[in-house]
Structures are given as C-alpha cells and as structure tokens.
C-alpha cells in the first residue's frame, strides 16, 4: 500500500502528555507534521510541544466533554489551516475484581476510552471530512481477547473497536479513511502502573508467549507511524497481534476456562488490592476530576 507523506500535514493527537501519544506526537513531528496536542495535562503537553521539530501547540481538554472538543478542534483548524490526522489515544484503565471495584474507576474507563473517542471523532469529522484525512483509533489486544481482573478496559477497547469498524463504512464514500491500532503490553506509565499489583503482574506473566511480555514502546509506535502514512485499517504494534485475528473467536471460550483456574489460584490474594485507575495517566485524571468536583 503506498504511503503518504506526512510533511505539512496537520496531525491532532490525543493523551499527547506522555506515553503512546508522547512519543507519537515526536516522531510525526520529525517527519514533518504539525502537530496538535491535547489532553489533560497542560504543562506536560506544553513541554511535549516545546520539543518538536516542527510547527506545534498545545490543547487543555477532557476527551469526555463535546464542547470542549468542539472547540479544539475549530481551534486546531484555525491555528493550522486543516486537520489530515486524527489519533483517538487518549485512555485510561483499572484493574482487579469486578465485583470489589470502584463503580466511579470502572465508568471512567468506558466514559474515556469508548465515549472520549467518540466525542473526538464527533468534534474532528466535519475537518476531516474536508482535508479527505484519516482517524485513527488507538484500541488494543484486549479488544481481541477478554481477560479476568480487566472488565472497563476490555470493554471499552472492544467498543471502540466495533464502534471505530462501523464508523470506516459511514464516512469512506466521503473521503475520510478510519483505521484501529492494536497494541499488546507495551511499556508504557499504563502498563508498569498496573504492574504494581502484584496479582494483575503475576497473572499476566502466566499467559502464555508472546502475550505475557511487555514490549518496548518505540517499535510499536514505529509501527503505528507507519499505518498513519499508509491510510491503513488495521495497524498492529506487534506483528504477531495479525494472527490474533484469525483465532479470536476461540478466545472467550478458552480463556472462560483457564480463567476460572487462574482466578481460583488467586482468590485468596484478591482482598484489598488497589481499586482506582492506574498509572500517571490515571492519577491526573483523577486529580483533575477531583479539581472540578471540589
């Protein structure tokens, strides 16, 4: 598939203040996007800016909120001209048992990472829809695979998955290319704020290769650098996630069962592990929620 140059086009990434996003935003930016930042973490997102190669800003944003998106992203248009670009990164996650969790963690993580996409591909598409750009959605391995101990983020990541899917046969006859971006463990604040549950490391070190692993981020976002450029529908940050698709039917069933073994094996260790979102990320999503309601 041939590729676009992403010289002088105008990419808007979202969750840019580290992680994923971070260093997504460096390397668009090296290949000479411009570049739109936005997120919840002004200053983080400010400094990210301030260390690109080209043309950039920043925007203070929750993904959640419609008009505060809207205005992004008239804003972006008038900073920069258009919007080619659109990358729905922004996410957050919790893990441990679902029935001990935090209801207000748990909702986040849907409200974030299946709403929050929405709402950015609601605010960009008119823009997109005139640059003939493309968008893509950052989903993951657990959109392919359920797993124990992370209801939210499987279902927000299949969500957004399906959602993203239906989204490419609406908008294609208009010119607007939709892709979804699959990543396994990739370390990231995310992955190694989970780990620190013992029992969430533990358990994921017993899934069988190449899925227990954490993979280094650079590679992955390579990967995804590369889908950008070619417009893809499906981009994976580890290559053997492709063959993941051809097998995902079994998984529910299988996983069904080992889990049940596993969970067993784990009982007893389950009481009082940490319940609210893990990782940088979630800690300033909660600081910033917890702004707005006091």
């Avoid at 979804?180 to 992955?191: E, G, Q």
């Avoid at 069962?257 to 067993?264: A, N, P």
């Avoid at 940490?274 to 600081?287: I, K, N, Q, S």
Wanted: net charge positive; charged share 25%; with cysteine.
């Amino acid at each position: 598939m041939s590729r676009v140059s992403l010289d002088g086009q105008v990419a808007v990434v979202t969750g840019a203040a580290r992680g994923v996003g971070e260093l997504l935003a460096r390397k668009l930016s090296a290949r000479g996007a411009k570049v739109a930042l936005v997120g919840l973490e002004a200053e983080a997102l400010k400094e990210v800016s301030g260390r690109l190669h080209s043309d950039s800003d920043h925007w203070y944003a929750d993904v959640t909120d419609h008009e505060a998106m809207t205005r992004v992203a008239r804003e972006v248009k008038e900073r920069f001209g258009k919007v080619d670009i659109v990358v729905a990164n922004a996410g957050v996650a919790t893990g441990g048992p679902f029935a001990d969790s935090d209801p207000e963690a748990w909702r986040r993580v849907i409200e974030v990472n299946l709403i929050g996409s929405a709402v950015t591909a609601r605010a960009f598409l008119p823009v997109l829809t005139e640059s003939r750009g493309y968008l893509l959605q950052v989903a993951s391995l657990a959109a392919i695979t359920p797993a124990p101990m992370m209801t939210a983020y499987c279902a927000s990541k299949s969500g957004v998955e399906a959602y993203a899917h239906c989204l490419r046969a609406e908008v294609g006859h208009q010119g607007v290319k939709v892709g979804v971006a699959y990543l396994s463990w990739t370390d990231t604040d995310m992955v190694r704020g989970a780990d620190q549950e013992d029992v969430m490391r533990e358990l994921r070190q017993r899934l069988p290769w190449p899925a227990g692993k954490t993979y280094p981020l650079g590679p992955a976002v390579d990967r995804i650098v590369a889908g950008i450029e070619r417009r893809s529908a499906h981009v994976y940050g580890q290559g053997w996630l492709r063959g993941m698709q051809g097998v995902r039917g079994y998984l529910p069933g299988l996983i069904g069962t080992v889990g049940q073994r596993e969970m067993r094996r784990f009982a007893p260790r389950l009481q009082g592990m940490r319940t609210g979102l893990v990782g940088a990320g979630g800690a300033a999503d909660e600081r910033e929620r917890s702004a707005r309601q006091g």
